[in-house]
């Protein structure tokens, strides 16, 4: 089929006027699909059903000694700070076990640099005339609300094949006023980008303005490869220690996408003197976080070698998704000049740019044939895509069979959307 820039008017009318009745077929169809959040599928639960098994014993609820069941252990228990040691590559000492979320933890890390400070700050930063934060775009719209409900200016910084632009975010660190940049640096959300090895060096080299620069360090999807073999990182913190930063980078993770989401462990890891820090400010704020659930994950995730196991056969239901995406939207779109997207080998989401100026009518027309999408402008500071283009597809959620439908929705949205925008 000829690209729609490339038809004549004629051809495009009668395309739109095939495509209107393709629409309404569906529309009447009465269809309640989504693909707006990175949850995995009841198949992919109920393969972690079995860690609710594993604690009957009075064995199973002692941990080094240690009785799992009652108060203490404020920074986690040891086999899980070992365990998450293990799968982040640094030091057992150097992790925080916290409870079900690790969004949480990040909320709290910001929201304690603005009453406390950190711990190479001049002072909180509530005190502070302005707050700056590096957004590489698209991104992930809650890290992005975090930020921003403190008040911080969020800067848009571009994404590379590599990850964030450096030339840009190495000059915007010259502002004392930059405080912080997020980052996902394998399987970004929502381009699937990894960093490259080279990126994550130059980011650990960096010498801000700001001697409390913080670099929120988000390896939610560090373990999460659907197709193809497991793909190694670095660790941030030992890569800044070499360049004299060991404080600048916290690390997030949890295991919500890989056994249940908001019951699973999360934990942070950072340097020894961070954790000094703020296991002084934590051990106000609570007496411990859920230790049963930290045992209950030790006993099935067991090690980094297992865990990956795990993750393999999470693969055998996530792949076949991903794959119906790339495949319908090669399919459907491909030869038309109206979009580009990567077909990233893991994480949770296929991001897609659309033609500029229809990724908000595209949405509006799968919502009104039943399809739910992350709202257009998510990925983005502020929810405002500038070029009303970038759309995420989470595809986790759904079995193949509705997928398929609604990514055929979702498709024909899209090709109504470019023709009303190249006119009718
Ligand atoms: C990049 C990223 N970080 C964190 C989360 C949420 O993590 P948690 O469930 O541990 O709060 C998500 C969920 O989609 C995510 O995409």
Known sequence: MTAYPNMTAEERAAEYARLRQAFDALKAKELKLNMARGKPSKAQLDMSSDIFQLMQAPEDYVSDGIDVRTYGEL??????????????????????????????????????????????????????????????????????KITESFGFELVAIPMTDNGPDMDAVEQAIQDSAVKGMWNVP???????????????????????????????????????????????????????????????????????????????VSCFACSEANMAYFQKLLSVQTIGFDKVNQQRHVLYLKNKAHTLELMRQRAAIMGPKFRTVA?????????????????PKGGYFVSL????????????????????????GATFPYGKDPQDSNIRIAPSLPPVEELEQAMNVFCVCLKLAALEKLGV
Not at 244 to 255: E, K, L, Q
Not at 327 to 343: F, P, Y
């Open 353 to 376: 740019n659309a033609m500029p100026g229809t990724a908000k009518r595209t949405l509006e027309l799968c919502k009104e044939a039943g399809v739910t999408m992350t709202g257009a």
């Open 75 to 144: 920074a986690g228990l040891p086999a899980a700070k070992r365990l998450f040691a293990e799968i982040l590559g640094c030091r057992p000492e150097q992790v925080f076990v916290g409870g079900n979320a690790s969004l949480q933890l990040m909320y709290d890390t910001i929201s304690r640099a603005y009453t406390h400070g950190l711990l190479h700050s001049e002072r909180p930063w509530c005190k502070e005339e302005k707050v700056k934060w590096l957004c590489p775009v698209p991104g992930y719209d809650r890290h992005f």
């Open 327 to 343: 495949d319908t939207l090669e399919r459907e779109v491909g030869a038309l000049g109206i979009a580009s997207w990567r077909s």
């Open 186 to 264: 394998k399987y970004s959300n929502p381009d699937g980008i990894i960093y490259s090895d080279e990126t994550v060096r130059r980011i650990a080299a960096m010498k801000p303005a700001a001697p409390d620069f913080l670099l929120m360090w988000d390896n939610a999807y560090c373990l999460h490869e659907f197709e193809g073999e497991f793909v190694p990182f670095l660790d941030i913190i030992s890569e800044c220690e070499k360049h004299g930063n060991a404080d600048m980078p916290i690390v997030f993770f949890s295991t919500n996408k890989i056994t249940l989401p908001g019951a699973g």
